[in-house]
């Protein structure tokens, strides 16, 4: 298996391709991180506390919540993107493992947001749409975007298969051992049980039985079918529809929203990478609308054009160099083809980049455009320094340095840990779908089998987020005889 592993590294870690989906990603998973603590954070009597508001939890936790959204603010933001990601990851196992979330957070949802960020800890999601790679280019008053905005498809692919692949394997092989899924309903059951349903009215969808019966008949092929067939590039827009529909479909028709949320939001990593470079020719200008000139010798103009240029998304403005520039900022030219500089300047700029239109409203106010231009030149520029800056790093960077130097040796290391890795989610799926569906744990010729593999099993749900995904199966809803108002 290793040299299989190893042999599929070769052939696609030097292909190549455009970052913005991990960004995208990265932003819509700190997105869930902040959201998800906000709720802790209001709830935190209820959830922390021994006694709710009586016998109070450990004061400090309020503090950590608010540093950890702040953690969820960097991701979204793109700013100290490698420091954010470890740090979400600690705080994860953290509150996990050491809080009362250990009880009330039991689930799916946990355990993939510990996957997810595990991951994102190696992944080189500062590459685009980053206040990292911002902060570098006004650093180095570097006009040109940097070469190294792709990366290898490797890092689209590696999460896709552990935190995609195995987890529909895993939830599929469960699905087997309970009748109602085999029956066609697993898909009807969870939504029509009163722990479990959405606050929306979807009687009218829950009742149509051939459609249900389609439906989980539905999810259990598309969950079968997936890690063999994902990867096919005629297949993958059919299997990216159907699993954001199902994920979607999640968030509505159930009260786990942000495991249903944070699904629908993975796929973003799941949409064919040159896809996003055709959207962002398709939403750009075929032609800049205004020009912008400045003095490429004056650092504070050199900044301003960065600026604008990291925040124009759709390409509507054009910068050109003008060494001959007299004025004290960057200029446009009106329909005159006379120059404007100051507040008509930005209130131009803004106007073009359609979402900041606002702003450009707010310049051409009489009497605010130019104070809020004098209170900006009024701010002092930020020092020169006379030393070259490091471009933002991650780990993904240091271990493409070592591919560089090393490629054998790399490949050799790298497909020993995604084996190892592979073992790891073998080791819970047949654990769990297998020795204890069949009670095997019971019998004391395999106990020393089952014990390791209990311990192992711990340890990888513990700190790789591998869980077995027997959810919604029969055992499931036992016990649920009565409801109580």
């Known amino acids: 298996m290793r040299q299989f592993i190893a042999k599929l590294i070769k052939q696609h870690i030097n292909t190549t391709v455009p970052a913005t989906g991990l960004a995208i990603f990265r932003c819509l998973y700190g997105l869930i991180v902040f959201q998800e603590v906000i709720f802790l954070l209001f709830f935190r009597h209820l959830i922390f506390d021994p006694i709710p508001f009586i016998d109070n939890a450990y004061p400090l936790i309020p503090l950590f919540l608010i540093f950890w959204a702040f953690i969820g603010l960097c991701l979204i933001v793109g700013r100290y993107c490698q420091f954010a990601t470890i740090s979400n990851y600690l705080l994860w196992l953290v509150f996990l493992n050491f809080t009362p ?25 500062n590459r685009v749409w980053s206040l990292d790679l911002l902060y570098y280019r006004l650093r180095n008053l570097t006009i040109n975007l940097p070469k190294t905005q792709d990366v290898s498809i490797l890092c689209y692919y590696l999460p896709i298969i552990f935190c995609l692949c195995f987890l529909y394997a895993d939830s599929a092989i469960h699905k087997l051992w309970a009748e109602h899924w085999l029956n066609g309903l697993g898909a009807w059951l969870p939504s029509s049980h009163p722990y479990y349903i959405s606050a929306l009215d979807l009687s009218w969808l829950l009742n149509n039985k051939l459609l249900q019966q389609c439906l989980g008949y539905l999810i259990i092929i598309f969950q079968f079918t997936f890690p063999f067939f994902i990867f096919r590039r005629h297949l993958q827009p059919l299997f990216l ?9 999640i968030t509505l028709s159930l009260n786990i929203y942000p495991f249903g949320l944070i699904m629908f939001f993975f796929y973003a990593l799941v949409v064919p990478p040159h896809w996003w470079r055709l959207l962002k020719k398709k939403i750009s200008y075929n032609a800049s609308l205004v020009t912008v000139f400045f003095q490429p010798d004056n650092p504070s103009q050199v900044r301003q054009i960065i600026l604008i240029q990291h925040f124009d998304f759709f390409k509507a403005i054009q910068f050109q160099a003008d060494p001959h520039n007299n004025f004290q900022s960057i200029y446009t030219l009106n329909k005159q083809q006379q120059p404007c500089s100051g507040h008509l300047t930005y209130a131009a700029i803004f106007w073009h980049m359609r979402y900041t239109l606002p702003l450009s409203l707010a310049l051409i106010t009489p009497g605010l455009g130019p104070l809020i231009i004098k209170k900006q030149s009024t701010i002092k520029p930020p020092k020169q320094n006379h030393y070259p800056i490091s471009p933002p790093t991650v780990l993904y960077d240091a271990l493409h340095h070592q591919y560089l130097n090393h490629p054998i040796q790399f490949i050799y290391k790298f497909s020993k840990i995604l084996c190892f890795l592979a073992l790891l989610q073998l080791n819970s799926t047949i654990n769990y779908a297998f020795l204890y569906r069949l009670n095997l744990h019971e019998n004391p010729t395999l106990s020393p089998l089952t014990n390791a593999s209990n311990i192992i099993c711990v340890l990888s749900h513990t700190f790789l987020g591998i869980t077995p995904h027997a959810l919604y199966l029969h055992d499931h809803f036992q016990g649920y005889n009565r409801i109580l108002a």
């Open 101 to 125: 979330m250990r009880h009330e957070f039991s689930g799916g949802f946990d355990q993939f947001m510990i996957a997810c960020g595990f991951l994102l800890i190696f992944l080189p999601i």
């Open 241 to 249: 529809i159907i699993g954001a529909s199902l994920h979607l479909g």
